[in-house]
């Protein structure tokens, strides 16, 4: 099998870039949000009314809103603006 001209410097490109991602520490790790620490305790009013505040605060935000639609339905609640 023959490597195209531009193979080499692909793979040199390819190797400093692996080599790199392992001096970075590990897998990054992201702060659990309010209503995630909540429910780790087991405080489901406290879970709910941070999903609530969160897409009080941002109402555009889907994730937000995602979270609190999720949160809804797993309690077997209509979704918000079902008719």
């Not at 991602?21 to 620490?37: I, K, R």
């Not at 935000?61 to 809103?65: K, L």
């Given at each position: 099998m023959r490597i195209p001209s531009c193979g080499a410097p692909l793979l040199v490109c390819l190797a400093l870039a692996t080599s790199s991602?392992?001096?970075?520490?590990?897998?990054?790790?992201?702060?659990?949000?309010?209503?995630?620490?909540a429910l780790s305790t087991g405080d489901f009013d406290a879970a709910e009314r941070a999903l609530y505040a969160a897409a009080r605060r941002a109402p555009r935000?889907?994730?937000?809103?995602g979270a609190r639609g999720a949160w809804r339905a797993a309690r077997g609640q209509q979704p918000s603006g079902a008719g």
């Open positions: 991602l392992g001096a970075q520490g590990g897998t990054p790790t992201v702060a659990p949000s309010p209503a995630e620490t935000d889907p994730s937000a809103r």
